[in-house]
């Protein structure tokens, strides 16, 4: 069973920046594609960046593209969300996800077999 864990979260100033990072147990992760998504109050969950872990090529939702950087670490098995220049629409909780597909990136909620607790971040203005 895959267990994915999400740490990192917090409260910064409008511009700071933030680090997730989503650790993994149950297995390698060398062989799946992940992602981060976002809920916040009210909304629907909504994608934020995905990583083919074989391949390393990444894809991001158009609202975080240039300031959100999602990267994986095979030493640590874990899959990490670097944000920076954050705004106060970015205020949601955030969960990481995994996929067991070997081939693309996936962006949609339904492809995800496994997902993690979620972390909160709060952007002040």
């Known amino acids: 069973q895959v267990q994915l864990v999400e740490s990192g979260g917090g409260l910064v100033q409008a511009g700071g920046s933030l680090r997730l990072s989503c650790a993994a147990s149950?297995?390698?992760?060398?062989?799946?594609?992940m992602g981060w998504f976002r809920q916040a109050p009210g909304k629907e969950r909504e994608f934020v960046a995905a990583i083919n872990w074989n391949t390393g090529r990444t894809y991001y939702a158009d609202s975080v593209k240039g300031r959100f950087t999602i990267s994986r670490d095979n030493a640590k098995n874990t899959v990490d969300l670097q944000m920076n220049s954050l705004k106060p629409e970015d205020t949601a909780v955030y969960l990481c996800a995994a996929d067991s597909n070997l081939y693309g990136l996936a962006y949609r909620i339904g492809e995800y077999d496994y997902w993690g607790q979620g972390t909160q971040v709060t952007v002040s203005s």
């Open positions: 149950g297995r390698t992760f060398s062989s799946y594609r």
